[in-house]
């Protein structure tokens, strides 16, 4: 995913809020994405976004897009050991807008007691 | 049962071996994906299919092929496994609905390959 940028790690302690950053470089993306996997498993959808967004909340879940710097964020409120995964942003790219997703490197978030 | 189910889960093999990796769906959707997780790296993608007779080439094909058998099957071959080709390895489907389709991707659950 070298078109996608993410940190690789976060550490939080449980209740706090996390934040995970993006930066992605298709302006024509329809949408945007976060997915989590869960340790031995698949991806799965978490959120999306669509491009004429600049933010969508989903519970404990807010997304921030800012189109002008290229810029996707996630933040998880009350954060849970539960939460703890590995996060991907993705972007979809090609002619239908949707014909694939480009993933970014995906960010570990470790949640502490 | 899982929507998308990939076999084998795991894998050990040699450098050298020809190494196939097998992935059905029973969501009906038309588009199907191959994707390699290496740490660090994220998802990378190798072969995607809109239909059964289309095949499209993805980020990172070379050393790969895969066969689009029937809407619901997608396999993918090494036909000479080397060791940097130890990854992790998903396949995922979407739906093509025009109007609907978000784009979203359903995987499963990995297929572990190791190349000794």
């Known amino acids: 995913g070298e078109d996608v940028e993410q940190s690789l790690f976060l550490s939080v302690r449980e209740g706090d809020s996390s934040v995970i950053n993006c930066t992605y470089t298709d302006s024509s993306s329809t949408y945007l994405y976060w997915y989590k996997q869960e340790p031995g498993a698949g991806l799965q959808l978490l959120t999306y976004?669509?491009?004429?967004?600049d933010m969508k909340q989903d519970q404990r879940l807010t997304v921030l897009l800012n189109k002008k710097d290229k810029h996707l964020s996630l933040r998880i409120a009350d954060t849970q050991t539960g939460d703890s995964a590995i996060y991907f942003c993705a972007e979809t790219k090609g002619v239908y807008n949707t014909d694939k997703l480009i993933f970014g490197t995906g960010t570990r978030l470790q949640v502490f007691p | 049962d899982a929507d998308v189910t990939q076999t084998p889960r795991n894998r050990i093999t040699k450098t050298g071996k020809r190494i196939m990796l097998e992935c059905s769906q029973t969501k009906g959707h038309d588009r199907m994906y191959w994707y390699r997780q290496d740490p660090g790296l994220g998802l990378q993608l190798i072969y995607y299919?809109?239909?059964?007779?289309?095949?499209n080439k993805g980020e990172i094909s070379d050393g790969y092929s895969v066969s689009r058998q029937a809407q619901a099957k997608f396999s993918l071959s090494l036909e000479s496994a080397i060791p940097n080709q130890t990854a992790l390895y998903f396949c995922a489907t979407s739906d093509r609905k025009q109007g609907t389709n978000t784009g979203e991707l359903f995987f499963g659950e990995g297929s572990r390959l190791t190349v000794l």
């Open positions: 299919s809109f239909d059964v007779k289309d095949i």
């Open positions: 976004i669509f491009s004429n967004m």
